[in-house]
């Protein structure tokens, strides 16, 4: 059994912890948060021990991981913290908000000898999982465009927080909802090599009301759009389109699959617990020594391609990417 502690108790980290009750293998027995009133009846509930800070944990030789689910800008030093600790670290994307300190978090638990795994669960979806397996088939033929789309109202409720600070959700709805879709895009067609981006913001709020466009260019030649809207009613779209045919994912279980000459095909997956699996696969990780499904070289170029949208709608051109040929190099590995 792994034992385990979770940092930060917002709406993301209760869910983490809820969607491990139960695990057979990972068991959170430790919660960090430094609002203590407000967690306490929650970790009540859990069984969880409650502390304000994140030291008492790395100092504890019985916790074995740490579930990373504290504000953008913590995770570079709580990272490189529970590395030097050898603890096994899972964190909520982004993992950063720039290439440079992603890459030193991994360097540093590359070091230590531990994994870092980050928490892009649509990986997770049935019907992402069902994209993957399609583009690779090759039935598609010729990759040659991608569109996607990630909304949803979750601002409406928040009128207070970190998630409303400019430096911790820069780019709008972009950094929370949009991210998903971009670390799609990069799973399936690799590294970005330019990126024109646009946020257009209505009001401040609480709530904020802002959109985001970008328009992308892969190093393999594929474009692609992406777009979120900050407050409206979820929705969410990934769309492959070939020289043989086209599959679109609508949500966690559909996929619409069109060919020439047929009839489109819908095709729907049996749901799953998606965070119950996302931790699945990190206690296997833990245990087995291997890989994270989302790998290291993905999250950089993501967050390459993140950086340069960031740029762009400053600056209202287009930016290349960095990093470019490092991300080349390990995508796959």
């Known amino acids: 059994m792994i034992r385990a502690a979770i940092a930060g108790?917002?709406?993301?980290?209760?869910?983490?912890?809820?969607?491990?009750?139960?695990?057979?293998?990972?068991?959170?027995?430790?919660?960090?948060?430094?609002?203590?009133?407000?967690?306490?009846?929650?970790?009540?509930?859990?069984?969880?021990?409650?502390?304000?800070d994140l030291d008492p944990v790395l100092a504890d030789d019985t916790i074995g991981a740490v579930l990373l689910a504290t504000p953008?800008?913590?995770?570079?030093?709580?990272?490189?913290?529970?590395?030097?600790?050898?603890k096994q670290i899972f964190c909520e994307k982004p993992?950063?908000?720039?290439?440079a300190d992603a890459a030193r978090m991994f360097g540093a638990c590359r070091d230590a000898?531990?994994?870092?795994?980050?928490?892009?669960?649509?990986?997770?979806?049935?019907?992402?999982?069902?994209?993957?397996?399609?583009?690779?088939?090759?039935?598609?033929?010729?990759?040659?465009?991608?569109?996607?789309?990630?909304?949803?109202?979750?601002?409406q409720k928040i009128t207070s927080g970190w998630r409303l600070s400019p430096e911790e959700s820069p780019g709008g709805g972009f950094t929370g909802a949009g991210l998903h879709v971009l670390d799609a895009f990069v799973s399936m067609m690799g590294p970005v090599e330019?990126?024109?981006?646009?946020?257009?913001?209505?009001?401040?709020?609480?709530?904020?009301?802002?959109?985001?466009?970008?328009?992308?260019?892969?190093?393999?030649?594929?474009?692609?759009?992406?777009?979120?809207?900050?407050?409206?009613?979820?929705?969410?779209?990934?769309?492959?389109?070939?020289?043989?045919?086209?599959?679109?994912?609508?949500?966690?279980?559909?996929?619409?699959l069109r060919k020439s000459g047929a009839a489109p095909q819908r095709l729907t997956y049996p749901a799953t617990d998606v965070l119950r699996a996302e931790l699945d696969a990190f206690a296997s990780a833990i245990e087995n020594k291997g890989t994270f499904p989302v790998r290291e070289a993905e999250v950089l170029a993501t967050l390459s391609a993140f950086e340069a949208a960031l740029q762009s709608m400053?600056?209202?051109?287009?930016?290349?990417?960095?990093?470019l040929q490092e991300n080349a190099g390990q995508h796959g590995r």
């Open 9 to 52: 108790l917002g709406r993301w980290g209760r869910n983490l912890v809820e969607a491990a009750s139960g695990h057979p293998r990972l068991k959170i027995v430790r919660a960090v948060e430094p609002d203590i009133k407000a967690a306490q009846q929650f970790c009540s509930q859990h069984d969880l021990e409650l502390t304000a």
């Open 314 to 323: 400053k600056s209202g051109l287009p930016v290349q990417c960095q990093n």
């Open 194 to 256: 330019r990126v024109y981006a646009r946020l257009r913001q209505r009001e401040t709020g609480p709530p904020p009301l802002d959109t985001a466009v970008v328009a992308l260019d892969f190093v393999n030649g594929v474009t692609g759009t992406l777009a979120t809207v900050r407050a409206t009613p979820f929705y969410w779209r990934v769309h492959l389109f070939g020289t043989d045919g086209s599959a679109e994912v609508l949500d966690e279980t559909t996929m619409i």
């Open 72 to 86: 953008h800008s913590l995770h570079p030093a709580q990272v490189i913290a529970c590395a030097g600790a050898r």
């Open 95 to 99: 993992l950063a908000l720039t290439h």
């Open 113 to 155: 000898g531990v994994m870092l795994a980050v928490g892009h669960n649509r990986r997770f979806w049935p019907s992402i999982r069902a994209l993957h397996e399609t583009l690779a088939s090759g039935q598609l033929g010729t990759i040659l465009h991608v569109e996607g789309h990630n909304s949803n109202e979750n601002s």
